[in-house]
């Protein structure tokens, strides 16, 4: 089953082909061939069943040259590297309480900065972005720098800026040219702009990472950057050693890029279908009003929040913010589903396909919390839930992002009533993402009203 395709194809529209082309086709991004897999069934048998075969990841040119001269760091790198800067990071990340009490604690201390925020609006209309933008940063800072920072911070604010930027600009068209033809490097302007911001980047962090070397006490290591300094210490004579600079530098980027823009996207679309389906948004506040009350909610109030929890993995189904995950790469020669995929092969997981999968989803295109919900209004968990893709490339900060959401979502609905701004009606607020390396929604202003709490 192959279609010949000389342009750069979205996710949706890929979707759209597999109706045509089934659950394995072909796809050519210029001369280079793609195999796209779609339908739960089958990207879950490639990436969990086959992990090891499908476990690679398809490096990009744009990815190629991030990767010069600055070691692989975990995102855009294989083998070795990848395994232990992983294995490293996971490790460190649980260690500072990632899905734990620890990073609870944190999140909870940042929901009440984004709160005053908001408030600062007195029921205005506002770009919910740029706060929403901080305040996940700052919960990747707390654990990376061991601090946050404040929202008006020169470098953060710069920092924030630059990831942002980079990954709009590498999901534009002509970013997507350059992956299909890399002789056009030097007439791609968002290239350019993506490599400046790249460099801009890497100054910061190092910035950064020389206070922290400056200060560090080995035995009270204040976050990941401390523990990686404290390895490259114990491990300084070794010629083999992946605990060197570059790898730092680009592992802190890796998990900025990955765990702010993700998480802050996430939060920007709930807001914004809360605002959308106001009958929604009742339900969810009378819950939290009903189980949490005025206390700040915690974790543990998640299993008495069912509706609350349905609610948020709908938002998360619906917004669908990576639809073709991460291309991988095939490790070996495959036979898959009676198809021989040659070793080196571009893999694109259509997580759109899975999240959309008409033989999951009772109303796949629609907003519907009930696909969360057994008929005692229970919460259910549905095994096509994937938007942190499966497998060994399962987002890395997965359940950190989990938490980070509840209590952010939580919080602010608990303190806020969220609306169009004046003159704009429910059905007048777009749904229409904004295509870039994650789909996030376009831009728009909503009004945060106080609520009596």
């Not at 659950?23 to 195999?35: A, D, L, M, Q, R």
């Not at 940063?137 to 008006?152: D, K, T």
Request: hydrophobic share 40%; aromatic share 12%; proline share 5%.
């Amino acid at each position: 089953r192959t279609k010949l395709l000389l342009i750069f194809l979205s996710g949706c529209e890929q979707f759209f082909m597999s109706k045509q082309y089934g659950s394995i086709f072909t796809v050519y991004f210029g001369p280079k061939k793609v195999v796209v897999l779609a339908g739960y069934k089958t990207v879950k048998q490639a990436l969990v069943n086959h992990a090891e075969e499908f476990e690679d990841r398809d490096i990009s040119p744009i990815f190629a040259d991030f990767n010069k001269g600055y070691g692989k760091g975990i995102l855009f790198s294989n083998g070795n590297n990848w395994k232990e800067m992983r294995r490293f990071s996971l490790s460190t990340l649980r260690d500072f309480g990632m899905g734990k009490r620890g990073s609870e604690g944190k999140i909870i201390e940042e929901t009440h900065y984004l709160r005053e925020v908001f408030e600062q609006f007195k029921g205005n209309p506002f770009d919910t972005k740029q706060p929403l933008n901080y305040a996940i940063s700052n919960i990747i800072s707390a654990i990376v720098y061991g601090s946050r920072f404040e929202y008006s911070d020169p470098l953060f604010k710069d920092m924030v800026v630059w990831s942002n930027e980079n990954v709009r600009l590498i999901g534009s068209a002509s970013i997507q040219v350059y992956n299909m033809f890399p002789w056009l490097r030097s007439w791609v302007r968002n290239r350019k702009l993506i490599m400046i911001n790249r460099e801009n980047s890497i100054k910061g962090i190092n910035r950064l990472v020389e206070h922290l070397q400056e200060t560090l006490n080995p035995q009270d290591c204040r976050g990941l950057i401390d523990c990686f300094l404290v390895h490259k210490q114990k491990e300084s004579g070794e010629k083999s050693t992946l605990f060197h600079e570059q790898n730092l530098v680009y592992t802190v980027a890796n998990l900025f890029g990955a765990g702010t823009d993700t998480t802050a996207a996430t939060l920007r679309w709930s807001l914004l279908l809360m605002a959308k389906y106001p009958h929604v948004q009742d339900r969810v506040q009378e819950e939290i009003d009903r189980v949490v009350g005025g206390r700040q909610p915690v974790m543990e109030d998640r299993k008495n929040l069912p509706y609350t929890h349905a609610v948020m993995h709908e938002i998360q189904r619906l917004a669908n913010i990576a639809p073709m995950s991460v291309p991988h790469t095939t490790t070996c020669d495959v036979h898959f589903q009676g198809f021989f995929i040659k070793k080196g092969t571009s893999v694109v997981p259509l997580l759109t396909s899975v999240l959309r999968d008409e033989n999951e989803w009772e109303t796949p295109n629609t907003f519907n919390p009930a696909h969360f919900l057994d008929k005692q209004g229970r919460f259910v968990k549905r095994d096509a839930f994937m938007p942190f893709s499966a497998g060994r490339r399962v987002c890395l900060g997965e359940s950190l992002a989990r938490m980070e959401f509840f209590l952010f979502f939580t919080s602010l609905l608990q303190h806020f009533r969220f609306t169009p701004p004046p003159g704009v009606s429910e059905d007048q607020l777009d749904l229409t993402p904004a295509v870039g390396f994650i789909l996030s929604p376009s831009p728009h202003k909503l009004c945060a009203v106080s609520r009596s709490v």
